[in-house]
């Protein structure tokens, strides 16, 4: 005659069980962040590739984030646009899980959540100053090449970005771009250790960050901050893969970015 397993018994299994889970539940998120975080640093790697490409048919131009004309009712050309003939993968326009999608035009520009820097726009009507470009500035009367990238190792132009859902078409969401100047400024009036506005959570829709508490009462062009969403703890450990102007990429949390210096953002 089979003996059944006793009360005791069946209460050590399922302990044994809720001990394994509790052990292996934290190892499948790290696995799983960690091949999000790498997912979107070969995406962005690419996208790097193809500045590079681009530039080198355009006397070393970077490509602008967003080329406005002289007639103001005409819709600015953005980046994903000037980059069309180098990349046939519209996916790697997209962090993982970001419910986000491609900017075809300037119409969608608030669905990307990869973003480029608005260091490199143009707009023929700016008076921002290279060297002491003021907060909300969008780009410059000239393009931007790579010869002014002085440090180019240090020079960061791509990240991570706050972008709304692709079906949602009001909020003040911009994540094609990150803007440079719109952060901090460096406590020692280092104009290139300036700051966009960074974080890892939303400052579109979210408040409390310790910089910006009240962020999403700003103007949608005056925030256009880096999303450090990759395992976000709301504490600024939440990381992005940065691409620099020499085409290397490294990853970093929200935390250490916001170190003056860490990246050169403002290269003009």
Do not use: C
Request: hydrophobic share 40%; no cysteine.
């Amino acid at each position: 005659m089979k003996k059944g397993f006793t009360l005791i018994e069946l209460l050590v299994v399922i302990a044994i069980i809720a001990i394994l889970a509790a052990i292996l539940f934290p190892v499948f998120a790290q696995a799983k962040t960690a091949a999000k975080q790498a997912q979107s640093l070969t995406h962005m790697r690419e996208l790097s590739l193809s500045v590079m490409i681009y530039a080198g048919d355009y006397d070393d131009n970077f490509v602008p984030a967003s080329a406005r004309s002289t007639d103001p009712s005409i819709d600015p050309i953005i980046w994903t646009q000037g980059l069309q003939p180098y990349v046939k993968n519209k996916q790697i326009f997209s962090a993982p899980d970001s419910n986000g999608g491609y900017a075809e035009n300037w119409a969608s520009r608030r669905h990307q959540s990869v973003g480029y820097s608005d260091a490199t726009g143009v707009d023929p009507a700016s008076t921002a100053v290279v060297g002491n470009a003021p907060a909300g500035t969008e780009g410059f009367t000239g393009s931007a090449n790579f010869s002014q990238a002085e440090f180019v190792s240090q020079t960061g132009l791509f990240a991570l970005t706050a972008n709304a859902p692709k079906d949602v078409t009001t909020t003040k969401h911009r994540g094609y771009v990150f803007n440079p100047y719109n952060g901090l400024n460096s406590p020692d009036g280092d104009y290139y250790k300036g700051l966009p506005l960074i974080s890892d959570r939303d400052l579109v829709v979210e408040t409390g960050d310790a910089n910006y508490p009240t962020s999403p009462s700003l103007s949608a062009g005056a925030l256009k901050p880096i999303y450090a969403r990759i395992g976000s703890d709301k504490k600024n450990g939440g990381r992005t893969p940065i691409v620099f102007a020499d085409g290397h990429a490294k990853v970093y949390t929200a935390k250490a970015l916001n170190g003056f210096g860490t990246v050169i953002w403002r290269f003009r």
